[in-house]
């Protein structure tokens, strides 16, 4: 194993799973022998705040906190909160991002605007991004809950383990506390993943 | 139980920092612990609660729960009590005091505070809190640490007699990390020793404990001197050595992995003779200590020439973003190296809002529709009535503050304000803790002032925690549960003034508040409605908008509820030639749980139920 330390940064807001999401990532890490640090910067997340839920993980972990450029990887649960957090992107770095708006009151009161195209302002920053309706796959599958796995199954082919191992422990949790929604989650995982996969292959940023 | 609670010994596990602790305070043996619910600091005693062999208790303040600790050490048992920084300030009385009697049975507090408040309505130094007391401290920086040091911490105890305070930061509290867990070994308790000249603090007593107090300090400064939680990392690069404590330790290591370091675990007594060594092995030291420069002036005191609060930030965290620029300048290297991405993007703020049908909103879209009044707020979830849309409150200063502020408010108002209204606004929780005293200021003062009593039946703002109000204890068992209606009428409010009201309903509502507001006398409004988070509270049908009748008018914006949107804007010419802004809107149905509050003020019917309601029909088959 490289000494080399993996930085996953995971935003949203409050309540769309993003902490479950990095949970799930730092058990799989774990599982491969790895050491794990996650922390996040919530304030007051429970009530549909800022959230962004910060992974790092390899030999030996020291600060939790990952720095400004030095993400490996953006898992933007929420367009704009993308868009928030792409400083933190290393150079070479990718952005995953759903491309659902949720906007808060303070912009639908009129009182800021939201931005027109967040997946263009991240890309005009030289940084790679693939962006895809998330919530619109879940909705497909018959659940929007389900949004959580696309969002993992579209990183897992950018991490440094297999997409087998992430997928082993998000059905994992589903088994133990909800059997019936291990086979809708595997199929929400797939299609995220075979989304992604069609948007690298075709060249384009956005679905 | 959870995982970490059924975990074995040596199990490797992924544990936050206040579930490490709360694992090690199980394994310690502890018979008694305590707390008051508060951010960061509301996860260990959650978890010691679902432990076997423990008796844990939300205690009604931190006070209380830091004297219920006091008990259980006379008694002869392990204690342990945890509470956010300010949570401290509430305990200092028993604490100051506390110093002087010692502890019997080992005594650990936790106290934690939010650098870079992420849930406060301030930032501070706990660290004072061991120089003031004379108490030794203990400053893990990161979960297997604060682990280590609950045990530790308990051997300090009852080496010492002492209580000791274990220094929490909210990035040590809630970052998770690997912890390898133990064993439980039982601590049973030696029983109580009487001893009033120990015990029973009168002054005569008082002043015999003193010296032995700065005995104990002496002897635990040599003990920090020889501490191996004091240790230092070896550097190549001797240019800067860096001293530090809690987290920034882990953010020196990651930012300076060449350079030497010191870290002080067992930070207090301050161990200044190692500091001293350790400072005559390089070029010049940065103290890297987050908040209050207190080591650095401990070290300047003492003769030790050191950098700290010179090149670094006085507020918030030190993570390798701030230590790297700032260590360039020191070494007069100019600016630190350019940053390798563009500067933030600039986005809308994205505050936390209420949630969808809390029954605040309604109170706080009825205190924003009143005229020449003064809200004093409160801790808790609806201190978001000072944002927006309902901008209500006029102040939030401390748990229970609401009382006595609007009391001041009340006695200090000048004649332009004389036919100001004065209101309180406090929650259930909030009001056990610290505002019956306020109320009974206010009875006894014979205080203008209307006070609302937000009953959601729950702890909201820190995760749903009981209370004396809720009826349950920490276990979720039944327990008494406090009759809000009676206790204001004993602390003298008049029956008369006190009125429960259902906060849904905006005409009670704003009717109650009115006539209260204009009888020069104290009142009381309890709004009793269940927490949209929480168990008791039950989902009605949602609504939606029918978009043509929707004229516009914007007044179920003005609810604040999440779930309401504007889905167009337009402006309009009135017919006196004055332009309006119109809004239209539109409800997320799927979020919607139908509290009706935004159809209340509704004038042109345009919410309607999303779906027909159905009637049961019985048919013979």
């Given amino acids: 194993m490289a000494d080399r330390i993996t930085n996953i940064l995971v935003v949203g807001i409050g309540g769309q799973g993003v902490m479950t999401a990095t949970e799930i990532l730092a058990e799989a890490a774990i599982s491969l022998g790895h050491d794990v640090k996650k922390t996040e910067v919530a304030g007051m997340a429970q009530r549909g705040g800022v959230v962004s839920s910060h992974l790092r993980f390899g030999k030996k972990v020291l600060s939790p906190q990952i720095a400004p450029g030095e993400a490996d990887l953006i898992v933007g649960f929420e367009s704009a909160e993308a868009l928030r957090w792409s400083h933190y992107l290393k150079p070479g770095g990718l952005v995953l991002m759903n491309t659902a708006r949720l906007v808060p009151p303070v912009v639908s009161g009129g009182l800021y605007p939201y931005p027109d195209d967040p997946v263009a302002e991240i890309r005009a920053r030289g940084l790679e991004v693939h962006a895809f309706d998330a919530m619109a796959i879940a909705k497909q599958l018959g659940d929007a809950r389900l949004g959580n796995s696309v969002m993992l199954g579209a990183i897992a082919d950018y991490l440094p383990f297999s997409a087998e191992v992430l997928l082993e422990f998000i059905l994992k949790r589903f088994a133990e506390r909800k059997p019936e929604m291990v086979e809708p989650n595997r199929r929400a995982f797939a299609a995220g993943r075979d989304a992604v996969a069609a948007l690298a292959k075709s060249g384009k940023a956005t679905a | ?621």
């Avoid at chain 2, 939300?58 to 392990?78: D, F, P, Q, Y």
């Avoid at chain 2, 002054?203 to 010296?211: D, F, L, N, Q, W």
């Fill in chain 2, 1 to 621: 139980m959870a995982a970490s609670q059924a975990a074995p010994a040596a199990a490797r596990l992924l544990l936050s920092g206040n579930e490490a602790i709360a694992r090690a305070v199980w394994e310690c043996g502890v018979r008694v612990a305590s707390a008051y619910p508060g951010t960061p600091s509301t996860e260990m005693l959650e978890n010691l609660s679902k432990y076997p062999d423990i008796y844990a208790e939300w205690s009604v303040n931190e006070k209380v729960s830091l004297e219920v600790a006091i008990g259980a050490s006379m008694a002869g048992s392990r204690a342990f009590c945890a509470m956010k920084h300010v949570g401290l300030n509430v305990a200092a009385d028993a604490l100051m005091t506390l110093t002087l009697t010692g502890a019997a049975g080992g005594l650990v507090i936790a106290v934690a505070d939010d650098v870079g408040i992420s849930s406060s309505q301030n930032e501070q130094d706990s660290r004072y809190w061991a120089r003031f007391a004379h108490l030794p401290m203990l400053e893990p920086a990161d979960s297997q640490e604060a682990y280590d040091m609950v045990r530790a911490a308990y051997e300090l105890s009852e080496e010492f007699q002492t209580a000791v305070l274990l220094r929490l930061t909210t990035r040590i509290c809630h970052v998770k990390g690997m912890v390898t867990a133990g064993a439980r070994e039982a601590h049973p308790s030696k029983g109580f020793v009487k001893d009033p000249t120990r015990w029973v603090m009168v002054p005569g007593h008082a002043k015999a404990r003193i010296p032995l107090m700065f005995a104990r300090e002496e002897k635990l400064r040599a003990e920090a001197e020889a501490s191996k939680l004091n240790l230092v990392a070896a550097g190549a690069d001797r240019r800067v050595g860096f001293i530090s404590c809690g987290p920034a330790w882990m953010h020196v290591q990651e930012a300076f992995p060449d350079a030497p370091a010191l870290k002080l675990g067992f930070s207090y007594p301050t161990p200044l003779e190692k500091i001293r060594a350790f400072a005559k092995t390089v070029d010049q030291v940065l103290v890297v200590e987050e908040l209050e420069p207190l080591l650095e002036m401990e070290m300047k005191a003492a003769g030790i020439a050191c950098h700290g609060k010179d090149f670094l930030p006085r507020a918030g965290e030190l993570p390798p973003e701030v230590l790297k620029p700032a260590v360039a300048r020191l070494l007069g290297g100019g600016p630190a190296p350019a940053a390798v991405t563009a500067d933030p993007a600039l986005v809308f703020p994205r505050p936390p809002t209420m949630c969808v049908a809390c029954p605040h909103l309604g109170i706080y879209y009825t205190l924003a529709q009143m005229k020449n009044v003064t809200i004093a707020g409160d801790i808790g979830c609806y201190t978001l009535g000072a944002g927006h849309p309902w901008n209500a409150l006029d102040s939030t200063i401390s748990m229970g503050a609401s009382m006595g502020v609007a009391m001041g408010l009340d006695k200090g108002r000048a004649d332009s304000d004389k036919d100001r209204k004065i209101i309180a606004v406090i929650g259930d929780s909030t009001f056990m803790h610290m505002g019956m005293q306020g109320l009974l200021d206010i009875t006894y003062n014979r205080g203008n002032v209307t006070v609302l009593i937000l009953d959601n039946r729950t702890t909201g703002m820190t995760g749903g925690q009981d209370s004396p109000g809720t009826g349950r204890d920490i276990y979720g068992d039944p327990a008494p549960r406090v009759d809000f209606v009676k206790i204001c009428e004993a602390l003298g409010v008049k029956p008369e003034r006190i009125r429960k009201v259902d906060p849904y309903q905006l005409p009670v509502l704003f009717k109650a508040l009115r006539e209260e507001t204009k009888i020069p006398e104290p009142s009381v409004i309890i709004t009793d409605r269940p927490c949209a988070l929480i168990g008791e509270f039950k989902a009605q049908p949602s609504y939606k908008v029918i978009a043509e009748k929707c004229t516009g008018c914007g007044n179920c914006i003005d609810v604040g509820c999440p779930a309401i949107s504007v889905s167009r804007r337009e402006t309009a010419v009135k017919a006196s030639g004055k332009e309006v802004l119109l809004q239209f809107v539109d409800i997320d149905t799927a979020a919607c749980t139908g509290c009706g509050l935004c159809v209340q003020p509704c004038a042109p019917e345009a919410i309607v139920l999303a779906a027909p309601v159905h009637t049961i029909h019985f048919t013979k088959s």
